[in-house]
């Protein structure tokens, strides 16, 4: 966006921000006054295979998806291995220094300490210590371990939230806002990149479940209102009757009467219709806006915005939001669940290079797959990018009260799942410790909440390869040996810690992710 010489923003440059914006708004569902239980519409029971849901309370469940584009290595984290475990193998296989990885007491998982004065051939330090991180968190911690079916980034990005397809070709973030998501303004709000982004295969849900679309994060609540915004606007009474008058000319027209019964045009007829002012009514305008009202840079008060009561401690908490997109995700993720506008959110890093933090770059380029240039210094930034991100998250929720008769706090009924496509290559020459790596289907993922079996490890690893193994999805059970893909296990196990019906769905049984 860009700005006068006085540093004021023009209408015609507020304007253009807001058309820009404003093109992302095109999937908006039953917009109501808040999420709730999704409704049991016939559509809804058809789409659940016409059962009844379970384990539900009458809350709605909240699912946070952070995409680790790139490969991020479990074994470069919670299930590190110190070289004197490895054998007469582990000066070329993924070990680290005994002193490099840290016990976490009374916890299965480990935490790997990482110091270098290079980020591979960029001059930048890194610096990275995964153990507060651990310490603080194991107790709604869950690594499950995990063999995917594609080294194809895209393609694995999006098996990753599908499950290979385990449900109709239905997204973990479909599946919630079909659960919870009837009631909420835009249930499902999707940040990611690449495969990530995608939508599911599923034709028959309801088009409230299907991601909105978001490409800037801090910028994109300025296209929730066709009038606030605008110095000398119409009034709300002139705009309805323009509205109101647009609408009947459209649907008088040949193109109006000949396309009348296309689900298209239907579609959009409702959303500009019914959807726009609905979202119009909520303020969302200014209740998910971090920006402050700043004069002269951001004058948002001349033009009768105030933005969210929440956005000066958004900001203290994501101070690099309007250069990282991953911190303007962030705060927007909390502005959408808070305000019960989305049961899902997807965010996380793309490919592209960001600038700022506190070595003057936050993404490096390729994200985790800058493991290809230098492993271990790639993996050690990036897993600190994504932890500090996820840490402060987690913390915002557990601020917000959720239902105060009971206690509960957001985080309560929230669950963060760190979603990665593969892991990566886990050979190097003698005792490297710059070395690059490849893809590998091997790895593992993180999850967080307090929904599920914390301070857990589902599976194990074998020191001498460091490849892990997997477990039975029922019991929990280690299953040393067991290399097979595991993807429905995961989707399954996500989806039953967040109290999902899939009845009729021939997912597994994925008891081992609930609390004992």
């Known amino acids: 966006m860009s700005l006068r010489k006085d540093g004021r923003l023009s209408r015609r440059e507020l304007m253009k921000a807001l058309s820009m914006c404003g093109a992302g708004a095109t999937v908006l569902g039953p917009l109501l006054t808040g999420c709730r239980e999704s409704l049991e519409s016939p559509a809804s029971r058809e789409a659940q295979g016409g059962v009844r849901r379970a384990r539900l309370d009458?809350?709605?469940?909240?699912?946070?998806?952070?995409?680790?584009?790139?490969?991020?290595?479990?074994v470069d984290s919670f299930l590190a291995v110190r070289a004197s475990e490895a054998g007469v193998d582990a000066a070329r296989v993924n070990t680290f220094a005994d002193e490099q990885v840290l016990n976490v007491p009374g916890s299965p998982f480990r935490a790997v300490r990482v110091s270098s004065p290079r980020l591979g051939d960029i001059p930048v330090p890194v610096v990275a210590d995964q153990l507060p991180f651990v310490t603080k968190h194991k107790d709604s911690m869950l690594v499950a371990t995990t063999v995917g079916t594609s080294v194809n980034h895209a393609i694995a990005q999006k098996r990753s939230l599908t499950g290979n397809a385990a449900w109709r070709g239905r997204t973990l973030q479909e599946c919630v806002a079909l659960q919870y998501g009837a009631g909420c303004p835009i249930p499902n709000v999707n940040?990611?990149?690449g495969g990530y982004a995608e939508r599911g295969t599923d034709v028959s849900l309801p088009s409230h479940c299907y991601g909105e679309v978001v490409t800037h994060a801090s910028l994109w609540p300025l296209g929730l209102d066709g009038r606030k915004g605008l110095k000398g606007a119409p009034s709300e009474a002139v705009m309805a009757m323009a509205r109101r008058t647009r609408n009947t000319l459209d649907a008088r027209s040949v193109f109006g009467q000949t396309f009348e019964d296309a689900p298209a045009l239907r579609r959009?007829?409702?959303?500009?219709?019914?959807?726009?002012?609905?979202?119009?009514?909520?303020?969302?305008?200014?209740r998910l806006s971090v920006l402050p009202d700043a004069p002269p840079r951001l004058p948002l008060s001349e033009f009768g915005l105030t933005?969210?009561?929440?956005?000066?401690?958004l900001r203290a908490a994501f101070p690099d939001y309007l250069?990282?997109?991953?911190e303007g995700q962030a705060a927007l993720a909390y502005l959408l669940l808070k305000n019960r506008v989305s049961v899902t959110v997807t965010l996380g890093p793309s490919f592209n290079v960001s600038v700022g933090g506190d070595f003057g770059i936050a993404n490096p380029p390729l994200a985790f797959d800058f493991s290809h240039n230098d492993h271990r210094t790639g993996q050690a930034f990036m897993w600190a990018r994504v932890l500090r991100i996820v840490d402060k998250l987690i913390d915002l929720l557990k601020s917000e009260p959720f239902d105060v008769s009971t206690g509960e706090s957001l985080w309560d009924r929230t669950l963060i799942y760190v979603a990665t496509e593969f892991g990566r290559t886990r050979s190097r020459v003698a005792n490297a410790t710059a070395f690059g790596s490849g893809h590998d289907l091997n790895n593992g993922f993180l999850l967080l909440s307090p929904m599920l079996r914390g301070n857990t490890v589902l599976g194990g690893?074998?020191?001498?390869?460091?490849?892990?193994?997997?477990?039975?999805?029922r019991t929990g059970t280690p299953l040393p040996g067991k290399l097979e893909s595991n993807e429905a296990d995961i989707?399954?196990?996500?989806?039953?810690?967040l109290g999902v019906d899939t009845s009729g769905s021939g997912l597994p049984d994925a008891s081992a992710f609930l609390p004992g």
């Open 58 to 74: 009458g809350k709605p469940r909240f699912l946070i998806v952070v995409g680790a584009a790139g490969g991020a290595s479990i």
């Open 191 to 193: 940040m990611g990149a």
């Open 268 to 286: 959009w007829n409702d959303q500009r219709i019914v959807g726009q002012p609905a979202l119009e009514m909520q303020d969302l305008i200014n």
């Open 307 to 313: 933005g969210s009561p929440d956005g000066a401690r």
């Open 323 to 326: 250069t990282d997109p991953v």
């Open 461 to 473: 690893i074998d020191p001498r390869t460091t490849l892990t193994y997997g477990f039975d999805a």
């Open 491 to 497: 989707f399954s196990g996500i989806l039953t810690a």
